[in-house]
DNA sequence: GTTGTAGTTAATATTGGTGTTAATAAAAAT
DNA sequence: ATTTTTATTAACACCAATATTAACTACAAC
């Protein structure tokens, strides 16, 4: 079977989008990011590892401590796959923001 | 049982995806869908019904066919979690087009 | 009512992901 | 050089998710 380790899958989990989040304003290290959660540091640290290898996050070492950055560009595989119901939505609201144009007019 | 249940795992899975994208266009009942993929019946069934429980589908009986349709708005959810790094992708490239914007007019 | 079709549910196997503790690696500080 | 700090890798247990076949329910047509 197939090993899926996608964009979709890293997203997938709750404590992965808040490490994404979190990281998302500054670059850290693995230990200032797991400080922020009730999970023990290996674990953490095996969450990073799975956010490096989907390429959502780049690892930049820096003397003994190693920061995480963010790549932002990356969600767009995300975003790509949304569009298309993002424009069925919208379109949706569009309709009835006409609705309701046509009636105060009146 | 099934813990996790939201938007984000249902379209973790790449068969739901296509399923997703295949309703997109028109409502279809679950034989239809289960003939455009390879896996079992049963099993596109489970995914159907881990796609309505997301509420991403939405079930419409009719007679003994049931007729799945989409819930694009659902998949806001899934947006509104991307948007802040949309907007940090976007803006580097605003920065590299006024960059190139100062050069032109040097 | 019986037959055929649409669809789900049940039981089961297998794989993948999460999380823990313990061990290891590397660099800074003393 | 030894200790401390930072972080990853290893070994292991456990739970969640995917998939299959077989059995079951519901509806329609005859």
């Not at 997203?11 to 490490?19: E, K, L, M, V, Y």
């Not at 693995?30 to 095996?46: L, M, Q, Y």
């Not at 820096?62 to 963010?70: A, D, K, Q, S, T």
Request: charged share 30%.
């Amino acid at each position: 079977m197939d090993l899926r380790r996608d964009a979709f899958q890293a997203i997938a989990d709750p404590t992965r989008r808040a490490i994404l989040l979190l990281v998302a304003s500054q670059a850290m290290t693995a230990g200032a990011i797991a400080a922020n959660f009730d999970t023990a540091r290996p674990t953490v640290s095996k969450h990073l590892q799975i956010l490096a290898e989907c390429e959502l996050l780049k690892q930049e070492q820096n003397g003994r401590e190693i920061y995480y950055h963010i790549n932002a560009k990356k969600m767009k595989e995300v975003a790509d796959f949304i569009e298309p119901f993002r424009q069925m939505w919208e379109e949706r609201f569009n309709k009835l923001e006409t609705i309701m144009k046509t009636h105060k007019t009146k």
